[in-house]
């Protein structure tokens, strides 16, 4: 069985600071690992994908992966209203694998 | 670049009826659709992964005679829901894989069709 979890939130954050999102997955033979943001009402849009454990950066996103701790985490700094949304994370076996998602969490960045 | 469209984007059927969505891969060659269902306050659900030519793969619990989808060319799946009920009323989203060099599993999601089945 292959499980994502995230904690659904929401979680609150002042304008300008840094959000912290985790993600913990349990199928160990999982070679990819994507974070994707929702709005409400809204398809999933591609944030950051990763690959490889340590950190990938993209502007003010920093996805962290630990393969060992079965493990994944974004960053978002200097967070603006606009990043208020359903962050998922996604992971796959590679290849064309479907990608299992966790259930979000959100994320309230406060004016 | 990798934009992916679905038509339409909202549906209202009576039970009964059969209602069929399209997802189009407009600039690039999809070698791999998946199709997902997203019901209120829950996460995407893979539904069934389908190429180009070949029969899909359906998910655990997944009924293909009442989820018919074909994939008749690298740019268009189609997902038919057969006889639809008010329980198969939900948030249908496609994707697709480009499949290129490197990572072939990087998906692009269409924008959603919301069916509700009265």
């Known amino acids: 069985q292959k499980e994502v979890e995230q904690n659904s939130g929401p979680l609150s954050v002042p304008e300008g600071a840094i959000a912290s999102l985790n993600c913990t997955y349990s199928?160990?033979?999982?070679?990819?690992f994507f974070w994707y943001r929702q709005y409400s009402g809204k398809s999933p849009e591609l944030i950051m994908s990763?690959?490889?454990?340590g950190d990938k950066e993209d502007g003010r996103f920093t996805a962290q992966l630990n393969k060992a701790s079965q493990y994944v985490s974004l960053l978002i700094r200097d967070s603006q209203p606009s990043d208020s949304a359903t962050y998922l994370c996604?992971?796959?076996?590679?290849?064309?694998?479907?990608?299992?998602f966790g259930k979000g969490t959100h994320l309230i960045i406060q004016p | 670049g990798a934009v992916v469209s679905q038509h339409p984007s909202w549906v209202i059927c009576k039970s009964g009826t059969s209602v069929k969505i399209e997802c189009r891969s407009l600039?690039?060659?999809?070698?791999?659709m998946f199709w997902y269902r997203q019901f209120p306050k829950q996460s995407l659900m893979l539904m069934a992964t389908?190429?180009?030519?070949?029969?899909?793969?359906?998910e655990q619990g997944v009924e293909k005679d009442k989820f018919l989808i074909n994939h008749a060319s690298l740019t268009l799946s189609t997902l038919t829901v057969t006889s639809a009920h008010p329980e198969d009323s939900s948030f249908y989203i496609c994707?697709?894989?480009?499949?290129?060099?490197?990572?072939?599993?990087?998906?692009?999601f269409g924008p959603g069709t919301r069916l509700t089945v009265l």
């Open positions: 994707s697709a894989s480009p499949g290129t060099s490197g990572r072939a599993d990087t998906q692009y």
């Open positions: 199928d160990r033979v999982s070679q990819s």
């Open positions: 990763i690959y490889s454990n």
């Open positions: 996604a992971v796959s076996r590679g290849g064309a694998d479907g990608l299992t």
């Open positions: 600039d690039f060659q999809a070698t791999t």
């Open positions: 389908s190429n180009e030519g070949s029969k899909a793969t359906y």
